[in-house]
């Protein structure tokens, strides 16, 4: 297994869900230290619990405030002793038509997902450039390049945390802050399953149905979890530094761009 993450310590939002999760045991298989960060403290403290290492420690979060951010960079630093990198998951879906959205929809969409991530990655930032520099990865989606039906928010949402990405990439690279981006698609989520529910009754097609059809075609099956968390890793590992401001397709293909 990879050391190139060894004694590295990083924050994951989002970390109750299944990309977070997953995300994290892969870093600690990487030997790196992990702070999991979620709104749900109850769910993130037994999956800290489960996973039986001292080098994964949870800490409630609500990613969308400042204040929560700064404590989750204080806390880390007191129990790790240094914060290496950030991994933005958190995010949140509802499925509607663009003529039913309404505009508080459409706001708390933007609330977490996009803004959420300006916040955190502005609080670890400032940690960063004091120190010695670091890494931010932002989980988008290529909803965020392809715009799929019914999820204008979400897609729209998703699209400005690929344009933040490389603004800050930009922006941060004389702080020795690098920057990207991965965009996953047809991964086997709660997240996914909840969309082929919603459909279901809208195409008069039963959910396990599309949920089987949901899979990049060129894999011919559902994207593990895992596979999304093995490219943030190498994205967050020395040998990705020429690699910056990109958004990074884990889609199986499906978007060509």
């Known amino acids: 297994m990879s050391t190139l993450l060894q004694d590295r310590v990083f924050l994951v939002t989002g970390g109750a869900g299944a990309i977070g999760t997953a995300i994290s045991k892969v870093l600690l298989e990487r030997q790196a230290k992990v702070v999991l960060l979620d709104v749900d403290g109850k769910s993130l403290g037994e999956l800290a619990q489960s996973l039986h290492t001292s080098n994964c420690l949870a800490h409630a979060c609500d990613v969308t405030q400042r204040a929560d951010a700064d404590a989750a960079v204080a806390y880390t630093v007191e129990k790790f002793g240094r914060v290496d990198g950030l991994v933005n998951n958190a995010g949140i879906i509802t499925m509607n038509a663009a003529w039913d959205a309404d505009a508080a929809q459409w706001q708390r969409h933007f609330e977490v997902n996009a803004t959420g991530a300006f916040v955190m990655a502005q609080a670890v930032g400032e940690y960063l450039k004091q120190n010695d520099g670091g890494v931010i990865v932002n989980v988008a989606s290529n909803c965020g390049k392809v715009g799929y039906p019914n999820m204008a928010a979400y897609n729209a949402s998703k699209a400005a945390l690929i344009n933040l990405t490389r603004s800050l990439a930009v922006e941060w690279a004389s702080d020795h802050i690098n920057v990207n981006a991965v965009c996953p698609g047809g991964v086997d989520t709660a997240m996914l399953a909840d969309v082929a529910a ?35 890793a190498f994205l967050l590992s020395d040998d990705a530094v020429i690699i910056r401001g990109q958004a990074i397709n884990v889609d199986g293909g499906d978007t060509p761009y």
């Not at 039963?206 to 089987?212: I, K």
Request: glycine letters at 12%.
């Open 198 to 232: 919603w459909l279901s009754p809208r195409l008069h097609v039963p959910a396990d149905n599309l949920l089987g059809d949901m899979g990049p075609a060129q894999l011919g099956r559902r994207i593990a979890p895992e596979e999304v968390g093995r490219v943030v």
